[in-house]
């Protein structure tokens, strides 16, 4: 069964610091996609990123970088230098990609960073 | 602006009420999905739907009902047989056409039922 786990529940970090969001995934299927979305407290989800399953490369944007490893089914998300803008919740999710093609989204329970000045 | 709406942002109604929440989007979006978020959860799916006319259950579709008349909107009933309606309702659309597609989400709607 498919499967999404963040095990960090919250994150507090001073602002400057590097914080590292984790997420474990479990899936049988060969073919996927990874999402990271953020939540600030207005509570409408952003999208963040989407990796899929043939493509391990890190990925980085600005301040953030996402480290997909397959042999460990993980898709961390690393916020370099943080900002009290950061603070939010922060859902990884995982979709199958299947006969139906329905597109569904699997999220982790979600890890809530918040950032102090 | 292109977007997903969602009214109203706050909802309360008595036990025993159904409550219909709207769900708009001008993306030209094949597919819509309403989710449910309780505090400290992820995002849980209620129903989905990728054609007018048509929607499926997600995985907590009990007590809650769907239409899709309209491609623009997707409006979600949360009748009186839902046990415990109080909650965070996420609204999202996406294109059909390839996978992985990401889903676009609206404000949300936060239902409180006394």
């Known amino acids: ?117 | 602006d292109g977007g997903i709406t969602q009214s109203p942002k706050y909802l309360f109604r008595k036990e025993g009420q159904n409550v219909t929440l709207s769900c708009e989007q001008n993306l030209n979006h094949d597919a819509m999905y309403w989710y449910r978020q309780d505090p400290g959860q992820g995002l849980r799916l209620i129903y989905y739907s990728q054609i007018v006319n048509d929607f499926q259950k997600g995985d907590i579709a009990e007590g809650y009902s769907v239409s899709r008349e309209k491609k623009e909107s997707f409006p979600l009933t949360v009748t009186s047989a839902q046990k415990n309606p109080t909650a965070f309702y996420l609204c999202a659309s996406s294109i059909v056409d390839s996978p992985g597609r990401e889903q676009y989400f609206g404000p949300g709607t936060r239902l409180t039922v006394t």
């Open chain 1, 1 to 117: 069964a498919q499967k999404v786990t963040q095990a960090q529940t919250e994150i507090s970090v001073v602002e400057k610091e590097d914080v590292t969001l984790d997420c474990v995934y479990e899936t049988r299927d060969t073919t996927y996609y990874l999402f990271w979305y953020k939540q600030p407290p207005s509570g409408e989800l952003v999208f963040l990123i989407r990796r899929n399953s043939f493509d391990e490369q890190n990925e980085i944007s600005g301040r953030y970088s996402w480290n997909f490893q397959k042999s460990t089914s993980s898709f961390n998300f690393t916020i370099t230098a943080s900002q009290v803008v950061d603070s939010a919740v922060y859902f990884c999710a995982l979709s199958e990609v299947g006969s139906s093609n329905t597109g569904k989204l699997i999220f982790g329970q979600g890890t809530t960073l918040q950032v102090k000045p």
